[in-house]
């Protein structure tokens, strides 16, 4: 967890311990608006919201991230390519695909670094976004590997290598500028 | 095939609101168009609500607005495209009493973003582009999924971070004459230069605010429409269109093919001449959810060619005596962005302008009668142009 992130946490343990305070005082979870005095009744339900995502019918691609590799479908029948990966042809209604591995230098697109970030974003530092053009015939949006956007342009080559995000130590992937050359 | 008709309209002021509830402010704006209609609350059948929600509390926003307005019992719902839920909620209803399934119908647009913590509201946002493949992985926000449009823009069109704030300062102006608006004070080129980024290149000052309010409008057919009102609003056509959803499926991020769309079909069914449709229109009121968007939107409507839009507010064109005066209530930048209420009080602001009942110093010159709303839902994902007229 990042200084940010503890930062957040401290007050929003600050915030949570005056609500405290003021039920003990009249037994009401009440806070006055900080701008406009107008009283607000602070929620007294939590909920916290998490999902379970069905990838049986995209496993090859996690597989594949566990070697090192960035997989994408093509359907049999039509030859139609897809990343993100599906195991359904939504040109021809067909599921007979096959898994093949994104191995080109892709171009960058565009970019943009996130500053005003997501409640579960906030422990990272700001982040590059990007998408890049591959040989394959699609697009990828990922993460850019560049500490700022001064290092980018339009037409930037950049490979797609696989990472062990942190502090969440999962696989996924990066779009990485590659030199010239290289 | 006979139109749907706008008679009755009303809008809270926009904002951040901490003294009225969800229904509270929903009843504000029903109620004033309510009797701005003429109709009492048994004469409304059906009750459209676009609202997306989730970061408020009320999980089933249509049920309980049906309830404290005093409305009948009638059949309601609510209507869900995004940022367009106010526009798509209209359509509900417009197709409701065109084919005479409905008689009166209210469409009530509302939203209260402010329920939830800021960045919360920027996370649910950001959810709503491709859940697994954008926001899981790498956390694309709705400023930064503008921001890509804007990189792109900009490249390959040569515009600037100032030619983009020139859209803010336009609409801030006018908001700053909207008694409504959330933001009234009016801002330079170089105030929103100066303004901190949020996703590079967009900074503060090229985004529309995390907003509540709501606005309400009475909608009936063309044939009974003057039983109500000697002033109704025609809805002459809603073109519609979906974009992607991953935005890496997009041909380019130069503007949206949703919207491209949606406007061949408003403008075919209206008898608008798409190669030039600004002269035919009195006004415009388009989705600057960011600066870059209403850039985009005055190509993908077809006011100006494509990579020229940025010069069309540079130039002052899109002010009242300019080719086309657009977001003459501040629009989403300064009026403010209540996500589903936003598509409805782009209809609100159309009625008061073609019935020329604006603030007399945003008032357009009513010559063709006609106007247009252009709502987008999401980064291109649901795109609404309607065409309305007297």
């Given at each position: 967890m990042s200084d940010r992130g503890s930062k957040i946490d401290e007050f929003i343990k600050l915030f949570l311990n005056a609500i405290e305070v003021e039920k003990s005082r009249r037994g009401l979870p009440l806070i006055t608006d900080e701008k406009t005095n107008d009283p607000l009744f602070f929620d007294q339900r939590e909920l916290r919201l998490r999902y379970l995502l069905p990838i049986k019918g995209i496993e090859d691609f996690f597989e594949g991230l566990v070697k090192g590799e960035v997989r994408y479908t093509r359907c049999k029948r039509c030859g139609r390519k897809y990343f993100p990966p599906q195991p359904d042809c939504s040109s021809c209604g067909t599921r007979e695909m096959e898994w093949m591995r994104i191995?080109?230098?892709?171009?960058?697109?565009?970019?943009?670094?996130?500053?005003?970030?997501?409640?579960?974003?906030?422990?990272?530092?700001?982040?590059?976004?990007?998408?890049?053009?591959?040989?394959?015939?699609?697009?990828?949006?990922?993460?850019?590997?560049?500490?700022?956007?001064?290092?980018?342009?339009m037409g930037t080559p950049v490979r797609i290598e696989v990472e062990r995000r942190q502090p969440e130590n999962y696989l996924t992937y990066v779009l990485v500028p590659t030199k010239l050359g290289d | 095939m006979e139109s749907a008709a706008v008679i009755g309209v009303g809008i809270t002021r926009y904002g951040r609101i901490t003294d009225r509830s969800f229904a509270e402010i929903a009843f504000e704006a029903a109620w004033e168009a309510m009797r701005d209609a003429g109709v009492d609350r048994e004469g409304v059948d059906l009750l459209v609500v676009g609202n997306v929600g989730g970061w408020s509390s009320e999980p089933l926003p249509a049920v309980t607005i049906s309830e404290y307005l005093g409305l009948d019992g009638n059949g309601s719902m609510r209507v869900e495209a995004a940022c367009a839920s106010g526009s798509a909620a209209i359509k509900v209803a417009a197709d409701a009493v065109t084919s005479g399934q409905s008689e009166v119908a209210m469409v009530i647009g509302v939203e209260r973003m402010n329920e939830s913590p800021v960045t919360n509201v920027v996370e649910l946002i950001g959810r709503a582009g491709n859940y697994f493949w954008e926001f899981e992985n790498f956390g694309l926000t709705f400023p930064a999924y503008y921001a890509l449009y804007a990189n792109s823009y900009m490249q390959i069109y040569g515009a600037k971070e100032e030619d983009l704030a020139e859209v803010a300062v336009k609409n801030h102006y006018y908001g700053s004459l909207n008694p409504k608006a959330y933001f009234r004070q009016r801002v330079t080129?170089?105030?929103?230069?100066?303004?901190?980024?949020?996703?590079?290149?967009?900074?503060l000052l090229d985004c529309s605010p995390i907003t509540d309010g709501a606005a309400a409008l009475i909608v009936t057919s063309e044939g009974k429409a003057r039983e109500f009102t000697d002033t109704p609003v025609y809805i002459r056509s809603i073109g519609t269109g979906t974009g992607t959803s991953n935005i890496s499926r997009r041909d380019d991020l130069l503007g949206f093919d949703a919207?491209?769309?949606?406007?061949?079909?408003?403008?075919?069914?209206?008898?608008?001449?798409?190669?030039?449709?600004?002269?035919?229109?009195?006004?415009?009121?388009?989705?600057?959810?960011?600066?870059?968007?209403?850039?985009?939107?005055?190509?993908?409507?077809?006011?100006?060619?494509?990579?020229?839009?940025?010069?069309?507010?540079?130039?002052?064109?899109?002010?009242?005596?300019?080719?086309?005066?657009?977001?003459?209530?501040?629009?989403?930048?300064?009026?403010?962005?209540?996500?589903?209420?936003?598509?409805?009080?782009?209809?609100?602001?159309?009625?008061?302008?073609?019935?020329?009942?604006?603030?007399p110093q945003r008032q357009v010159d009513v010559r063709n009668g006609v106007a247009l709303t252009h709502n987008v839902g999401g980064t291109g994902h649901y795109a609404y142009v309607a065409i309305y007229s007297i």
């Open positions: 191995e080109g230098t892709g171009e960058l697109l565009t970019f943009s670094k996130v500053v005003v970030k997501p409640t579960s974003y906030l422990h990272y530092d700001d982040y590059i976004v990007g998408v890049a053009r591959f040989p394959e015939g699609f697009n990828v949006l990922a993460w850019v590997r560049a500490s700022d956007v001064s290092e980018l342009e | 080129v170089d105030d929103v230069m100066k303004s901190r980024y949020v996703a590079w290149p967009l900074k919207v491209r769309k949606a406007a061949r079909e408003a403008y075919r069914r209206a008898g608008i001449d798409p190669s030039r449709p600004h002269r035919q229109i009195d006004l415009a009121l388009v989705h600057d959810c960011f600066t870059i968007a209403e850039v985009m939107a005055y190509e993908d409507l077809g006011f100006v060619r494509r990579g020229e839009g940025y010069m069309l507010v540079k130039e002052h064109q899109t002010y009242i005596g300019g080719i086309v005066p657009v977001n003459t209530d501040g629009g989403l930048k300064a009026k403010g962005h209540p996500i589903g209420a936003t598509g409805v009080g782009m209809a609100v602001e159309v009625v008061k302008q073609l019935r020329r009942a604006a603030d």
